[in-house]
């Protein structure tokens, strides 16, 4: 497959490439320039894994056999996408059953395949920052991958407890740097590292950032498994909310839409990061400061998945009325997550910001659904908050909890890291 640099439009790479180089010339972002037909009904009678090597294998096109993909969405789907009723006409796709709780899983894993045989077997050594859900993911994708090292730079202290040993009680070939400093400090030396050229060179240094194609790839299919358990009758009626932050996951559902997927509309929701929903009424894009929120993995001021977003409306692929976007503030946010409570379905703040948007935008006669991004147990002290009751921890969190971390401190300094970097060429 093709896909061009959204930025620099005579940069074109095949899949594998844009894998393994994440971001293209001035930073931009690659994207297919051209979508497969599919055979939507034909897809919606498969299961879960067959179907979405079907629909990989036709997006990236014969770089890699049909077997190879079945194989490598084998070993990244290993968990259910199930769509779970919250009244008559919503449901909730809960994307939150994969090994650390959130979405992300997803891409992360789907990710972690792809980059292997991009670097077709050769040692690689992923070094990320993170400030909570994405490292947990990009660490257990990569856990005991052969071949592959991953160091993970987070803020001493600044993540909460429990987001903190999901990724580092892991070991074997995960190493957890706690940097005393903040999240900016950790990703200023994490670009440090890759302009590093030599260092770069003599451990083969990846990226696994947030942008990889290949992630969002991987989120197409969930959205190909919520239609799948739609009743028949309403498959031509479905809205589907998606609580944006990055925009990646609302592009993937523009990307299976474009495909032929017949969801009506898609609703956009962001917290008080809304600098989409007023780009959207009035034409200008100004990004404010981001601010503190509850759906924190959605403080966002600069989506940096939007150039994409603006693709596929220039290629006409995507129309402008087929998005909405809404912004959902804090108090309703509560009210949202506390309508749910009293529905029987326990959520949390990013679900609860794309209920409430879902249900300003659904009309009678809809179908609609909104994305769980996140299990509540992950927010457990917000949910506390906002429900006044306890709540209990999933079973991988409870044991992990009880763990021992194993990361290693060090100074925000580039000295100290390298020295950790140069300690895993002897491995
Ligand atoms: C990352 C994240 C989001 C935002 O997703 P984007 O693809 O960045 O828009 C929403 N909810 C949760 C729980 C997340 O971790």
Redesign the pocket.
């Known amino acids: 497959m093709q896909l061009t640099n959204l930025k620099v439009s005579n940069e074109q790479v095949n899949f594998l490439q844009a894998v393994r180089q994440g971001l293209g010339q001035q930073q931009g972002l690659f994207f297919p320039t051209h979508w497969p037909k599919l055979d939507i009904n034909g897809l919606l009678a498969m299961p879960l894994v067959e179907r979405s090597s079907a629909i990989l294998h036709a997006l990236i096109g014969d770089e890699l056999t049909a077997a190879e993909i079945k194989q490598m969405v084998t070993m990244a789907f290993t968990f259910i996408a199930p769509l779970v009723p919250v009244s008559d006409d919503i449901s909730c796709l809960e994307l939150f059953h994969g090994p650390t709780l ?3 899983d997803f891409g992360a894993r789907f990710m972690a395949q792809a980059l292997v045989k991009a670097q077709s077997g050769k040692k690689t050594t992923i070094v990320t920052a993170t400030s909570g ?1 994405t490292g947990a993911a990009v660490a257990h994708a990569f856990y005991k991958q052969p071949g592959v090292q991953v160091v993970i730079l987070f803020p001493k202290g600044k993540i909460s407890p429990l987001q903190e040993k999901l990724f580092t009680t892991l070991g074997e070939n995960i190493t957890t740097l706690a940097v005393e400093g903040d999240f900016d400090q950790c990703q200023a030396l994490v670009k440090q590292v890759f302009d590093h050229k030599a260092l770069v060179e003599k451990l083969s240094i990846t990226s696994a950032n ?1 942008i990889n194609i290949s992630r969002l790839f991987a989120q197409i299919c969930y959205y190909f498994e919520a239609m799948a358990q739609v009743p028949v009758a309403k498959r031509e009626q479905v809205v589907i909310a ?9 592009t993937a559902g523009l990307i299976a839409k474009a495909l032929g997927l017949p969801i009506k509309r898609m609703v956009a929701a962001t917290n008080a990061n809304d600098t989409v929903p007023r780009y959207w009424r009035s034409g200008q894009w100004l990004a404010k400061p981001t601010v503190a929120t509850l ?1 924190n ?2 403080d ?1 001021a600069a ?1 940096n ?1 939007w150039p994409r977003v603006e693709a596929l409306l220039t290629q006409g692929v995507i129309a402008r009325s087929d998005i909405e976007t809404m912004k959902v503030d804090e108090d309703d946010t509560v009210l949202s997550v506390r309508q749910l409570s009293q529905l029987g379905y326990l959520s949390e703040p ?1 679900a609860g910001v794309a209920y409430k948007a879902l249900k300003r935008s659904l009309q009678p006669g809809e179908y609609g659904i909104f994305l769980g ?2 299990h509540p147990a992950k927010f457990k002290e917000q949910v506390e908050n906002i429900l006044g009751t306890l709540i209990g921890l999933p079973e991988t969190l409870a044991r992990c909890a009880s763990e021992q971390g194993l990361s290693k401190d060090i100074p925000a300094n580039f000295f100290a890291l390298e020295q950790e970097l140069l300690k895993l060429e002897q491995v």
């Open positions: 959130a979405f992300k859900d947030s998606v609580p944006s932050g990055n925009f990646g996951n609302l759906s993995a959605m966002v989506p998945n990013h991004t996140a």
